[in-house]
């Protein structure tokens, strides 16, 4: 790969929250999923994010996927033109053009899964992403897909704590998390991934060595989302 400064947008917000002392979390948008059904409808999207990051939320994570998920690409467009934090694009980017689409409609990174794309492919990825100013956040599932990451230069990578292969329908914890952390390079912000619906959960991930948790689910189903993303969010460093 050729050297390209890494842009951080994502993983500086991040940084940022850490250093004050409590683990930032990012609250994952989804109007749907495959295990729970609807979640939120598309319409009401750019509110709920508004309302999180209110409630401090330093980056907002929005799944444009439409079969399994129910999102769009103009649903992302339409919350990164609404909420002042970065914008991180969850979906299942293969290619170059979706990259060039995600910088058009405002993300400022993009989750790349080591699962599904071959090594070259997803160092190319990485690549191009970097060349259009969006931070890629790597995702792993085991130790074989971290030790290839690790050959990159990442500034982000997270750990699923789900099989995204069955479309995180598997009973996955932060045991996951917790068996694989030690195998990241220190010098990467990472990232703990689904199954995290308590402040214990928080707690487990951190003191794996996580730096930031991603949390979707256990937001959107609460009654009071609000609340229930506060009260991951008080988890100290």
């Not at 109007?31 to 939320?57: R, T, V």
Request: contains cysteine; negative net charge.
């Amino acid at each position: 790969m050729n050297e390209l400064k890494s842009p951080t947008k994502c993983t500086d917000a991040l940084w940022k929250k850490y250093r004050t002392g409590f683990i930032p979390v990012i609250p994952d948008i989804k109007c749907k999923s495959p295990e729970h059904g609807i979640l939120l409808p598309e319409q009401d999207s750019a509110s709920y994010a508004l309302s999180l990051e209110a409630a401090g939320a330093p980056v907002i994570s929005v799944v444009t996927e439409s079969a399994h998920y129910g999102g769009s690409p103009e649903m992302l467009s339409h919350i990164a033109k609404s909420v002042s934090v970065p914008v991180l694009r969850k979906d299942f980017i293969t290619g170059c053009e979706m990259l060039k689409e995600s910088a058009d409609i405002g993300a400022s990174g993009v989750l790349l899964i080591a699962s599904m794309l071959e090594k070259r492919q997803l160092f190319q990825l990485v690549e191009d992403a970097l060349a259009l100013n969006l931070e890629p956040l790597v995702e792993t599932h085991n130790k074989e897909e971290i030790m290839l990451a690790n050959e990159l230069n990442l500034t982000f990578l997270g750990i699923n704590n789900r099989n995204i292969g069955i479309w995180e329908t598997d009973n996955g914890n932060v045991n996951t998390t917790e068996q694989l952390a030690s195998f990241v390079r220190r010098d990467a912000l990472l990232l703990s991934e689904s199954s995290i619906s308590s402040p214990e959960d928080v707690q487990r991930a951190v003191k794996a060595g996580a730096h930031a948790v991603l949390v979707g689910t256990a937001v959107m189903r609460a009654v009071d989302p609000v609340r229930m993303y506060r009260m991951l969010g008080n988890v100290m460093v």
